[in-house]
């Protein structure tokens, strides 16, 4: 158990570029999360995976954030069209439970800054 | 929706003194209440967790939380922090949105322990 993994570690783009975020959680977790952190606030959710299913998805995400997690095991994050308020830590968390006991276990995120 | 209010925002103690960090949530049902923990320099990681029975939980590291159900409060607690307890301290609470269960996070509290 590696814990969860997250790619890159920093991300700085120009306005207007996209990029791309990768989460690889923890083999057996079904459950995967993506949260937003700026600074001096705490998590904030975006969307969470079933397995492959897209179950939830905040207000926060965009028309330009779109995710995805193919086979139900690594997720993707990308965010078209960056703007200076994208620039944030991306957290990926995983999860094994089915109901309320919903431990999540996070990655060191990825902090993006968009220039 | 829920929220999660964690009304210190930044509290600076010595070594040895005696730690409680507020926390408040807002859903009004069957709750489920967790206090994660980031150190400088690496990933969030569960410090404890409520979801039923005793209201008195004890977590790592000699930390306590007390789920007061008529006060919607999870406040944690310990008798006498250390230099190492420095980091910042998140509640959160999974409570029903939709058909799932979505961790929701307060701000955060900022926490310095002077040697």
């Known amino acids: 158990d590696t814990g969860v993994s997250q790619n890159p570690r920093h991300k700085i783009t120009k306005r207007g570029q996209n990029v791309t975020f990768r989460c690889d959680p923890i083999s057996e977790h079904n459950r995967l999360y993506w949260y937003r952190q700026t600074l001096g606030q705490g998590p904030e959710f975006l969307t969470y995976f079933q397995n492959e299913a897209q179950l939830e998805k905040s207000r926060l995400l965009s028309d330009r954030f779109s995710a995805e997690r193919p086979k139900g095991s690594f997720s993707t994050l990308e965010i078209q069209r960056t703007e200076q308020g994208d620039s944030a830590m991306y957290l990926c968390?995983?999860?094994?439970?089915?109901?309320?006991?919903?431990?999540?276990?996070f990655g060191s995120g990825t902090q993006l800054s968009v220039l | 929706a829920q929220s999660v209010s964690q009304h210190n925002h930044h509290v600076i103690l010595s070594e040895a003194a005696s730690l409680e960090l507020g926390c408040n949530y807002s859903y009004g049902g069957t709750v489920n209440l967790f206090w994660y923990v980031q150190y400088p320099g690496q990933h969030l990681q569960l410090l404890l967790k409520?979801?039923?029975?005793?209201?008195l939980v004890k977590g790592i590291k000699g930390f306590e939380a007390e789920f007061i159900k008529s006060k919607f409060s999870f406040n944690l607690r310990k008798p006498s922090v250390q230099w190492s307890d420095t980091a910042e301290y998140f509640c959160a609470v999974n409570a029903p949105s939709g058909g799932s269960y979505i961790p929701t996070f307060g701000r955060g509290t900022s926490l310095i322990v002077h040697p």
């Open positions: 409520y979801f039923s029975g005793d209201p």
């Open positions: 968390a995983s999860s094994s439970s089915t109901g309320v006991d919903e431990k999540l276990f």
